[in-house]
């Protein structure tokens, strides 16, 4: 078995779409970035990476290069997910953890669940979505922001 943590924050930003988990939402504001900027899937690929010993997002997919510019991340996620295929291992399960003020996420997990499970070829239950405010503490507090940290257990097939 092989553990991993990811880690991603993305300021928002009123020009774009929240994407969340390859899932549009209903928003007042999405996130910049090079790419869709999908803070969730971006922790995921992480994680995934950090479990398989193979660096970190912006090795792979560098915010410098333009292929990846407003790529979506399920594609890049799909990337990773063929990593774990040739190393011979498969996803144990994921925990996520998404940090914002608002939206509030309750009508999308369950998608977001299933949208994951799909990109990953797992079944649903070993997907697990957390949405979380900071208390309006902060530059996640104020709405500049939004966070999210995963951890993935891969598991030898």
């Known amino acids: ?3 991993g943590i990811g ?9 774009r779409k929240l994407v969340l988990g390859g899932i549009e939402i209903e928003s007042e504001y999405g996130l910049a970035g090079h790419s ?4 969730l899937i ?3 690929i992480d994680a995934i990476l950090g479990a398989l010993g193979k660096g970190d997002i912006g090795e792979h997919f560098p915010d410098t290069d333009e ?3 407003n790529i979506s991340s399920v594609v890049l996620l799909e990337n990773v997910k063929d990593m774990i295929d040739n ?3 498969k996803i144990g399960n994921i925990d996520c953890n998404i ?3 608002k939206p509030k996420l309750s009508a999308y997990k369950q998608q977001i669940r299933d949208n994951l499970a799909e990109i990953l070829n797992i079944s649903t239950e070993f997907v697990n979505i957390k949405a979380k405010t900071n208390e309006k503490l902060g530059f996640i507090g104020n709405g500049e922001a939004v966070e999210a940290q995963a951890v993935v257990l891969l598991e030898t097939e």
């Open 42 to 44: 971006h922790a995921i």
């Open 7 to 15: 880690f991603d924050i993305h300021r928002t930003d009123k020009q």
């Open 36 to 39: 869709d900027a999908d803070v």
């Open 99 to 101: 940090i914002l003020e």
């Open 87 to 89: 190393e011979g291992m």
């Open 1 to 3: 078995m092989k553990i």
């Open 67 to 69: 292929q990846y510019k």
